[in-house]
């Protein structure tokens, strides 16, 4: 299984930026996938993610209302559609699947011991 993530740049405050990942070595329809992400000097954090079966979506509270997790499970691909964009969203992006399908249970779904597949990353700055 590898994770290619991509669309990441640099943008000024207040835009907006995709990002995507895709996914090959099989389908994952079923399987939770999320974003993770790493500023510097910082440590991984937990971005979005959604749950096995696409129903369930779950967000840091600093992106909440903001970013919009989603998958299109035909293309394999994963998306992170983020607006407003500050600064303080200056970071590598990490998406992530688990190798499960179904659902986690929601206290695990922000967990990086939940993903057992990590993609490369992908930077995104957020700067005048």
């Known amino acids: 299984v590898q994770l290619q993530a991509s669309g990441g740049g640099l943008v000024q405050p207040g835009r907006s930026l995709r990002i995507s990942c895709a996914a090959s070595g099989g389908t994952f329809s079923s399987n939770a996938v999320g974003w993770f992400r790493q500023a510097p000097g910082k440590e991984r954090e937990f971005v979005a993610a959604?749950?096995?079966?696409?129903?369930?979506?779950f967000y840091a509270d600093s992106v909440k209302g903001r970013f919009a997790i989603s998958r299109d499970s035909v293309k394999n691909t994963m998306y992170l559609e983020m607006t407003n964009l500050k600064p303080e969203d200056t970071a590598i992006y990490y998406c992530a699947l688990r190798s499960r399908p179904y659902r986690v249970v929601i206290s695990a779904i922000a967990s990086e011991s939940t993903y057992d597949y990590w993609g490369q990353g992908t930077q995104v700055t957020v700067s005048s």
């Open positions: 959604v749950n096995g079966g696409g129903r369930e979506k």
